[in-house]
């Protein structure tokens, strides 16, 4: 198992930026892949952006594409996701995800990943 604690979320208005940070402790972080997901009030989790174990792939939501980007640093056992050009409807609980499977596909199934982190709120004023 790998514990995740993500970090980094808070109040911003819209147009702004804010930088989220996912920790990875015990088992090898580099043999993962990571999602980011997100659950808004009386929504269901969706996928929002994932990366590959050497962090050559990455993948997006349509709705966050060319405003997020999502990066890591293996040797920090660190994944990032950059937020750019928040909007509103970004406003909800960050979460990130390990996944271990060989052949990790599709990034956007959360019943996929083996490990969640706690969450960290995002909110985004208008």
């Known amino acids: 198992q790998v514990q995740l604690v993500e970090s980094g979320g808070g109040l911003v208005q819209a147009g702004g930026s804010l930088r989220l940070s996912c920790a990875a402790s015990?088992?090898?972080?580099?043999?993962?892949?990571v999602g980011w997901f997100r659950q808004a009030p009386g929504k269901e989790r969706e996928f929002v952006a994932g990366?590959?174990?050497?962090?050559?792939?990455?993948y997006y939501a349509d709705s966050v594409k060319g405003r997020f980007t999502v990066s890591r640093d293996n040797a920090k056992n660190t994944v990032y996701l950059q937020m750019n050009s928040l909007k509103p409807e970004d406003t909800a609980v960050y979460y990130c995800?390990?996944?271990?499977?060989?052949?990790?596909?599709?990034?956007?199934?959360?019943?996929?990943?083996?490990?969640w982190g706690q969450g960290t709120q995002v909110t985004v004023s208008s």
């Open positions: 990366i590959s174990r050497s962090g050559v792939n990455t």
């Open positions: 995800a390990a996944g271990f499977s060989a052949g990790f596909s599709p990034y956007s199934d959360s019943r996929r990943y083996d490990s």
């Open positions: 015990g088992r090898t972080f580099s043999n993962s892949a």
